[in-house]
């Protein structure tokens, strides 16, 4: 199995809401990523996990909340959202000490 | 600070031409170098991979790409472009030490016309 899993594919929220991204892999990998990318932009980089800890923030603002349960899961809470943080939300995996990630097909976040 | 630049933002091909795409890269060290496919609302498909080795590296969909350390680059190619090749191709970097994480260049955007 070399899939990363994401769901919702599609989530439409509103700026009071509270709701979460789920992202799963069953590649054995320890090293877990959350990823932003606006229209016709490249992705960029907003949580690492490794070996279920945070490792990288990059200076994210806190109404995301990154979580790993577990070595196959990893959460994005959201609340209190904004327009302009409507984007699409990739999650990617990959072996601890190794760039190689797989990504997730994403889910598309509107926030109105 | 590693950085990645692809030079065209858009190139049109027509379908069977043969396809370069460019990527130049900057990295202190040996780079680990990547080419990732993205159709429209989709996530990221990995091509192929550069780690070390024959520098000329095949990838998956017939795509091949070539790294040039004198010229710090990492170019993308394909022999003859099918319809279903149109698609936004990004070049990455990826970092050494413990808590790697990739550098993406700002994408090209490939059409094929029939």
């Known amino acids: 199995d070399t899939e990363v899993t994401q769901t919702p594919k599609h989530l439409v929220m509103g700026m009071t809401n509270k709701k979460s991204l789920k992202c799963e892999q069953h590649?054995?990998?320890?090293?877990m990523y959350w990823y932003k990318q606006k229209a016709k932009k490249p992705p960029e980089l907003m949580f690492v996990y490794s070996y279920e800890k945070l490792s990288i923030n990059e200076s994210v603002p806190s109404r995301f909340s990154p979580e790993c349960p577990n070595s196959s899961l990893l959460n994005l809470h959201l609340h209190a959202l904004q327009p302009e943080d409507s984007a699409l939300y990739l999650c990617?995996?990959?072996?601890?000490?190794?760039?190689?990630?797989?990504f997730g097909q994403g889910t598309r976040l509107t926030v109105v | 600070a590693q950085s990645v630049t692809q030079p065209d933002i858009h190139i049109t091909v027509s379908e069977g031409a043969s396809l370069e795409l460019r990527c130049n890269y900057s990295y202190g060290a040996t780079p680990y170098l990547f080419w990732y496919v993205q159709s429209p609302g989709q996530g990221l498909q990995l091509l192929l991979k550069y780690f070390s080795g024959d520098t000329l590296v095949q990838g998956i969909k017939g795509f091949e790409a070539e790294f040039k350390r004198s010229q710090s680059s990492f170019n993308l190619r394909k022999p003859s472009v099918h319809w279903s090749d149109a698609a936004e191709y990004f070049c990455a970097v990826g970092t050494s030490g413990s808590a790697r994480q990739l550098t993406f260049g700002s994408g090209t955007q490939l059409t094929v016309l029939p």
């Open positions: 590649m054995g990998h320890r090293a």
């Open positions: 990617a995996s990959s072996q601890v000490g190794w760039n190689e990630a797989f």
